[in-house]
């Protein structure tokens, strides 16, 4: 402990990261002061009906992505989700068209129109979005809440608008958090929303096990402990890697000429175990919303049926289904973002092989082969921990705090915190300290 405070410490030594911390910091309380601000026009104390509904089920989730910004009807109710799905659908249609795999291949030039066609379709899906929260909002709430009449023009278009704005707000709080913070700044934001919610969540179970005697507080200190290892086994799922060890010819000379000797400089290729991270969760979750839309359709008995099973985010047949198709997603997400081919080419170019594996064709068989043995795996436990709410939840657990022991929240945080301390890492060891976990010596004085 006492190395960890002396290596935090020196975080506040170097200039440029104490500085890009505070704008950070500065940033993201932007963000949470904004998740309170209701939209002009509804009266924030009559949103009982819209708390009650985003309490439990799928709701909750999309309160959570927002950091309750949604059950407050506030400016940025829609939260940084649209971007993220405008981001989705820009990548999945770079498989498809030319011109936007010609733009993935042009380095920044390219990565910069992508970017400014990510932006103006996040627009495109707010404007969509938008409307339909508001219809949300009017069958939800009472009447009297709406102090300009929900049919005046004036407020479907002023509250449009103002969603519209609050989440190109976000996305530019997220993109310069990325640019003159530290971190990943849309990931950050999605993790503060998150983090919101855990003090209620935990309050909560408190109120549950200790208050009203339900299991007593040793039960709570077995959940926590539980949490803690579900955490532990997350960052192993994010950090775990197989290598792949890979040798580079090295050119000696000779006397008049040049000889290539095979065993020079050895490397190895990092293949992670879960190589599509969040995404196959977010892409379940979002397929997880069609079936209840379809069958809410009809009123036949059997589409009632279909819709109550697939609202039911901790039902059996729900997790079922969503465990499939995180692992379907896994292996789909992976091979559209792991390319073996182009690895292997470039591996063949640089002068580099895998030991008994001849370069080319067979190098990128050899790879596609050992990334399906690793995904396999990586995609069961990441569908484990998204369907592990669900099972805690059957044991009494309350599912607000339940959410907290798996799912994309969960991957969410431990992602974005350990790509966090990476940057302030790099930081110091650029300026010659140990990192956060090291013993936080100047290296210098050290020599």
Request: net charge positive; charged share 15%.
């Amino acid at each position: 402990m006492k190395n960890f405070i002396e290596s935090f410490k020196n975080v506040w030594k170097i200039e440029e990261l104490k500085n890009r911390i505070l704008v950070t910091l500065g940033l993201l309380l932007v963000y949470r002061f904004g998740a309170h601000v209701t939209l002009p026009g509804i009266d924030a104390t009559q949103l009982s009906g819209l708390t009650g509904q985003t309490k439990d089920g799928i709701g909750s989730i999309l309160d959570m992505f927002t950091g309750g910004a949604f059950s407050k009807a506030s400016v940025f109710a829609l939260g940084i989700m649209p971007y993220i799905s405008a981001s989705i659908v820009v990548q999945l249609m770079g498989i498809a068209i030319p011109y936007l795999q010609k733009l993935q291949k042009d380095g920044e030039s390219g990565r910069k129109k992508l970017n400014q066609i990510t932006r103006w379709l996040t627009i495109g899906i707010t404007l969509l979005q938008g409307p339909g929260y508001i219809i949300n909002l009017r069958q939800t709430i009472p009447q009297e809440a709406f102090l300009l009449g929900f049919d005046s023009f004036s407020f479907l278009f002023s509250s449009v608008l103002i969603l519209t704005t609050g989440t190109v707000f976000a996305m530019w709080l997220g993109e310069k958090i990325t640019d003159k913070g530290i971190g990943n700044g849309i990931s950050l934001l999605i993790m503060v929303g998150i983090l919101a919610r855990l003090p209620q969540a935990l309050i909560q179970e408190f109120t549950s096990r200790v208050t009203n005697n339900n299991g007593g507080p040793m039960i709570l200190v077995l959940e926590i402990i539980l949490w803690l290892l579900v955490i532990i086994a997350c960052i192993l799922l994010v950090m775990a890697v197989r290598k792949i060890p890979v040798q580079y010819a090295r050119r000696t000379t000779t006397g008049d000429f040049e000889q290539d000797m095979i065993g020079g400089n050895r490397q190895w290729i990092p293949l992670k175990l879960n190589a599509a991270g969040v995404m196959p969760i977010i892409f379940a979750q979002a397929i997880m919303f069609i079936p209840a839309a379809l069958a809410g359709i009809s009123d036949s008995e059997m589409s009632q049926s279909i819709a109550g099973a697939f609202s039911n985010m901790f039902g059996l047949w729900y997790n079922l289904v969503f465990a499939t198709l995180i692992i379907v997603f896994t292996f789909f997400y992976t091979a559209i973002t792991v390319p073996t081919n182009k690895m292997a080419d470039d591996l063949k170019r640089s002068g580099g092989f895998i030991p008994g594996v001849k370069p080319g064709v067979e190098t990128a068989d050899f790879l596609d082969k050992i990334m399906s043995l690793v995904t396999f795996p990586g995609s069961l436990f990441l569908a484990l921990i998204a369907i592990f709410p669900a099972i805690v939840v059957s044991f009494n657990v309350q599912q607000s705090w339940a959410m907290f022991y798996g799912g994309t929240s969960l991957i969410i945080m431990v992602g974005v915190a350990i790509d966090t301390i990476q940057q302030i890492n790099s930081y110091l060891l650029n300026k010659e300290y140990d990192g956060l976990m090291k013993s936080g010596k100047n290296r210098k004085a050290v020599a």
